[in-house]
């Protein structure tokens, strides 16, 4: 039932949207996408319970309905919001979204306590101001479907932060989850908080640049530093830099991935002397150019997947903090940074950073980093995971860093037939698949503690629809190949 609402929804939002109707400016080069979005948090939340239900976790068991009810609330009000925008009302889709709508409170009655669905009705309340807020200072920025997946993310971590504050006494976590927590939310108040600010002052100038800069370091030393002390119970800045230099591995992974970062520094810069060494001012890296920060990302994660993952969780919630800040600083024109920033990044823009931010290679970070993030980790640990599951921290690596960037690099160079209706190729995904498969193999290679039990087929099928997601999804696929991979993976 979820499914055919999400496919009646998804057709209303692009008629919506073909006719310019919409309550919000969309991105227009791509369809609604609320299709596959509305179905990721659902299929995640299922296979959540699936997992921690075999390791007799009961917390994350419940934790992962809960994580479904949301899926499927925040979808029915995409769907609601779509029937009060249309004109005239729809019939056959208030049938629809009324009979999806009993259905989910039949199971939200009989499956969720009363605590429980005030959460999930909490991160609806959250998601329903977010979408008013964000849409409206972004525009043109996300489709509907990337809007629910991003800001139902957000609120989700939001009522998270808000509810395990308020009962720290009683609260049991890793502190890297709550590093997680208060860093993601910290970070959309604080643009928030100047998005606000900056509609009465000019943001380009030196006393408003200081102005943010004095305020940044305030919001993180007056508010983010003192709520992750009271969740961890220890002084935030001590307990990072003895967790980042506990081991001698750690420091090596350290260094290797600030070299990595240098490189990429270095691409940049490489690419925009090429730029102001051409004729045309309005020359655009190709799409080769785009991809090595692919394969940086890609050279990256595979070490932190194998020596220290726990590292790679804290040091990928530090980049994502640093990217956001640094778009902080470019979209404000926030000096002295802000227009070299805008001037580099320019070469690297595509069809999808169609306003006002630049949200691609954050889209990159996600992506690779979500597998890692979002599998509870002692839903793992009994008993490790077995079978296709031992691939699911490699999800990002295999949909995006080698998938994604094969499939783009041969369908653009090599690719003549294309699948109906897109300009992807059959080239670029059959190369696609086949490069992921070598991927697997090397992973199976390197990495002891992968034991497929032979459940070859089912890692290769969910690999072809992943991969044929990739060939017929406008969406950022840089975010929805990796959490599709991950689901199939973990079923």
Not at 66 to 74: K, L, Q
Not at 130 to 147: D, K, Q, W
Not at 214 to 220: H, I, R
Request: charged share 10%.
């Amino acid at each position: 039932m979820h499914a055919v609402l999400a496919f009646y929804v998804q057709y209303k939002w692009d008629r919506l949207l073909q006719q310019g109707s919409a309550v919000f400016q969309f991105r227009m080069s791509a369809n609604s996408g609320l299709l596959p979005a509305s179905m990721v948090m659902p299929l995640l939340g299922l296979v959540m319970k699936e997992r921690c239900q075999s390791v007799g976790n009961t917390y994350f068991e419940r934790f992962g309905i809960v994580v479904a009810a949301t899926g499927m609330a925040v979808a029915l009000f995409s769907s609601v919001l779509a029937l009060g925008i249309t004109r005239p009302v729809p019939t056959n889709t208030c049938v629809i979204s009324g009979l999806a709508g009993g259905v989910i409170i039949y199971i939200m009655k009989h499956s969720l306590s009363v605590g429980e669905v005030i959460e999930v009705l909490e991160v609806l309340l959250i998601f329903v101001y977010l979408n008013m807020i964000l849409l409206y200072l972004l525009p043109r920025c996300f489709t509907p479907g990337e809007a629910l997946l991003v800001l139902g993310g957000i609120s989700f971590m939001l009522n998270q932060l808000i509810k395990r504050s308020l009962t720290v006494v009683e609260s049991q976590g890793d502190p890297v989850d709550f590093f997680l927590l208060v860093v993601v939310v910290g970070m959309v108040l604080m643009g928030i908080f100047f998005s606000t600010l900056f509609v009465f002052m000019d943001s380009g100038t030196w006393a408003s640049s200081v102005f943010f800069h004095l305020m940044t370091c305030v919001l993180g030393l007056g508010v983010v530093l003192p709520w992750l002390h009271r969740l961890i119970r220890k002084n935030p800045l001590l307990w990072l830099l003895q967790f980042l230099f506990q081991t001698e591995t750690r420091i090596y992974l350290l260094v290797y991935w600030s070299l990595l970062a240098t490189l990429a520094c270095l691409v940049v810069l490489y690419q925009n002397a090429k730029r102001s060494s051409s004729e045309s001012k309005k020359h655009q890296a190709p799409t080769i150019a785009r991809k090595y920060f692919h394969f940086i990302v890609v050279a990256t994660y595979i070490p932190g997947i194998l020596f220290d993952r726990t590292l790679l969780y804290v040091a990928a919630t530090i980049c994502l903090a640093v990217f956001i800040f640094l778009e902080y600083v470019r979209y404000f024109r926030i000096k002295p940074l802000g227009h070299t920033l805008r001037s580099l990044l320019s070469l690297f823009l595509d069809e999808r950073d169609s306003g006002p931010l630049i949200l691609t290679h954050i889209y990159l970070l996600l992506g690779m980093s979500l597998p890692i993030w979002l599998v509870p980790r002692p839903c793992t640990q009994k008993g490790g995971l077995g079978g296709a599951r031992a691939l699911v921290p490699y999800a990002g690596v295999l949909a995006v860093g080698v998938g994604d960037t094969v499939a783009s690099i041969f369908g653009s160079t090599m690719g003549e037939i294309h699948w109906p209706g897109t300009k992807k190729t059959f080239e670029g995904t059959v190369t696609s698949i086949f490069a992921q498969i070598i991927s697997v193999a090397l992973i199976l290679i390197f990495d002891s503690g992968v034991d497929l039990n032979y459940s070859y087929a089912w890692i290769l099928g969910s690999i072809s629809i992943v991969s044929l997601l990739e060939a017929y999804t406008t969406q950022i696929d840089n975010l929805l190949l990796p959490l599709y991979l991950l689901i199939l993976l973990m079923a």
